[in-house]
């Protein structure tokens, strides 16, 4: 799952989340779900609610449903870019000269 682009998550996205959501920031919901997928966070804010809030992820635990829901949201592609697409591998190659 790409939750780094979690701002730009399709439509479709947004209203399979949103019951969970509706419990949790999805910010908040992003966190926990890499968090208990055992992937390690380093959330980043300069506002003390955003802080007070990306901190708060360890009183919930979404349920076996809503994590499945959320593992069913990986598309297995970037949501920015193509790792396949020739062009872009040229274009990435071409900071490395």
């Given at each position: 799952?790409r939750?780094?682009?979690v701002?730009?998550l399709?439509?479709r996205c947004l209203?399979?989340?949103?019951a969970i ?6 910010q908040?919901t992003a966190l926990r779900?890499l968090l208990?997928?055992?992937?390690v966070?380093i959330p980043k804010?300069?506002h003390?609610e955003?802080?007070i809030e ?10 076996a449903?809503d994590?499945?829901?959320?593992e069913?949201l ?9 790792h ?8 990435f ?5």
């Open positions: 799952m939750m780094g682009g701002w730009f399709p439509e209203t399979l989340t949103k959501c509706d419990k949790y920031s999805l908040q779900f208990q997928s055992g992937v966070v804010s300069a003390k955003r802080i990306n901190f708060n992820v360890f009183d919930f635990e979404p349920d449903e994590m499945a829901m959320l069913a990986d598309t297995a592609e970037s949501l920015f870019f193509s396949y697409d020739p062009e872009t591998v040229e274009w190659m071409s900071f490395a000269k």
